[in-house]
């Protein structure tokens, strides 16, 4: 198995619900990582986890918060969001150590917020 | 180039001709680059990935090369097709940890 999936595939919420995502990998990597991408934008970093450990916030606003309850699993819970963080959210995951660091991307979760 | 507003560079080609994209970095210390294809509605695709100790890399119709001391990277498509029109990235990592920048994706039109 060498694919990262992600639930669910599309998803629109009001600034008052909470909901999550999920991420799932089963290629045995260590490292897994929340990005956040824009129309017409780059990927842009939100959290990186290690060995099921934190090792990564850039800054990110408390609405947003990441769980990686094993090495396999990867969710991001949302509470309050606003508008402008309707975005494509990817999952990624990548074996840990070195330079050799290719990422594995998840088609990513299309979020709209009302 | 440099993407302006909501607006990416764009690389139009014809069916059949040779690509290249071009990607600028300014992190000396970056160690390890990789190209991502993106297509519509998809998460980035793994193509190909090179190493500072290399200059040169060659994969299935796709060839990387890096000059390091001009800080630049190119992704050459060989016999461009249509499946080949995407966003391309290329990311670099900085041997900071595990992170990886983004440059700001050349998006590619492969007309018949």
């Known amino acids: 198995d060498t694919e990262v999936t992600q639930t669910p595939k599309h998803l629109v919420m009001g600034m008052t619900n909470k909901k999550s995502l999920k991420c799932e990998q089963h290629?045995?990597?260590?490292?897994m990582y929340w990005y956040k991408q824009k129309a017409k934008k780059p990927p842009e970093l939100m959290f990186v986890?290690?060995?099921?450990?934190?090792?990564i916030n850039e800054s990110v606003p408390s609405r947003f918060s990441p769980e990686c309850p094993n090495s396999s699993l990867l969710n991001l819970h949302l509470h309050a969001l606003q508008p402008e963080d309707s975005a494509l959210y990817l999952c990624?995951?990548?074996?840990?150590?070195?330079?050799?660091?290719?990422?594995?991307f998840g088609p990513g979760t299309r979020l709209t917020v009302l | 180039g440099e993407s302006v507003g909501l607006h990416l560079p764009t690389l139009s080609v014809q069916e059949g001709d040779n690509s290249i994209i071009n990607c600028a970095y300014s992190?000396?210390?970056?160690?390890?680059f990789i190209w991502y294809k993106q297509e519509s509605g998809k998460g980035p695709q793994f193509i190909i990935d090179?190493?500072?100790?290399?200059d040169k890399r060659q994969g299935q119709r796709v060839t990387v090369l890096l000059n390091k001391t001009v800080k630049h990277l190119s992704l050459q498509i060989a016999a461009t097709q249509p499946g080949d029109s995407a966003v391309y990235f290329c990311?670099?990592?900085?041997?900071?940890?595990?992170?990886?920048?983004f440059g700001k994706g050349t998006s590619l039109l492969v007309t018949p």
């Open positions: 090179i190493r500072s100790n290399m």
């Open positions: 990624a995951s990548s074996r840990l150590g070195g330079a050799d660091n290719e990422q594995f």
């Open positions: 986890y290690s060995y099921e450990k934190l090792s």
């Open positions: 990311a670099e990592n900085t041997g900071s940890g595990y992170a990886l920048n």
């Open positions: 290629m045995g990597h260590r490292a």
């Open positions: 992190n000396s210390a970056s160690d390890y």
